[in-house]
């Protein structure tokens, strides 16, 4: 099942280069950047973060880089544990289970790792507008206005 998490851009390419996400899904990302900011070119990640997404998906990666916001699955439950166990990863709430959740009541939980830094990431996305309050479900809906393949319907 699709699911929402924010991460480091450079966390997002060395999972895409260990092919943990789904072969036939794939994974979306938007840049969550500040108004005036400009995100981080891939070209610039990439060359330094390959030979180690290849060698070993590490939780010490990824430091520094900005935020996305990612929608995506796993082809296996074990590199799903892999992906939810590294500590850059923030899992937003589960739609299903969790889609009235205000994503903000998970700040500070051990297993979601939101923190105030990824509240402040969405906010400062003009497109995305999030406000106090928003759910993952009005992210889903808002988050498609930018990027169309973030569709609810595409996570369900």
């Given at each position: 099942?699709?699911?929402?998490?924010?991460v480091p851009k450079s966390v997002w390419l060395m999972a895409h280069h260990?092919?943990?996400?789904?072969?036939?899904?794939?994974?979306?990302?938007?840049?969550?950047?500040?108004?005036?900011?400009?995100?981080?070119?891939?070209?610039?990640?990439?060359?330094?973060k390959v030979a180690v997404a290849r060698a070993a998906?590490?939780?010490?990666?990824?430091?520094?880089?900005?935020?996305?916001?990612?929608?995506?699955?796993?082809?296996s439950e074990g590199v799903e544990e892999l992906w939810h166990g590294h500590d850059a990863v923030a899992i937003l709430p589960h739609p299903t289970f969790e889609g009235n959740d205000p994503i903000h009541q998970h700040v500070g939980?051990?297993?979601?790792?939101?923190?105030?830094?990824?509240?402040?990431?969405?906010?400062?996305?003009?497109g995305i507008g999030y406000v106090h309050g928003d759910t993952v479900l009005d992210l889903?809906?808002?988050?498609?206005?930018?990027?169309?393949?973030?569709?609810?319907r595409h996570i369900l």
């Open positions: 099942m699709r699911r929402f998490f924010i260990a092919s943990l996400f789904h072969p036939g899904v794939g994974s979306h990302f938007i840049d969550l950047v500040a108004p005036g900011e400009s995100p981080t070119p891939m070209a610039e990640i990439a060359p330094a998906f590490s939780a010490e990666a990824g430091a520094g880089s900005n935020y996305v916001l990612v929608s995506t699955d796993f082809h939980s051990a297993t979601k790792r939101i923190h105030p830094a990824h509240i402040a990431a969405l906010a400062s996305h003009a889903a809906r808002k988050a498609a206005a930018v990027h169309p393949l973030m569709k609810l």
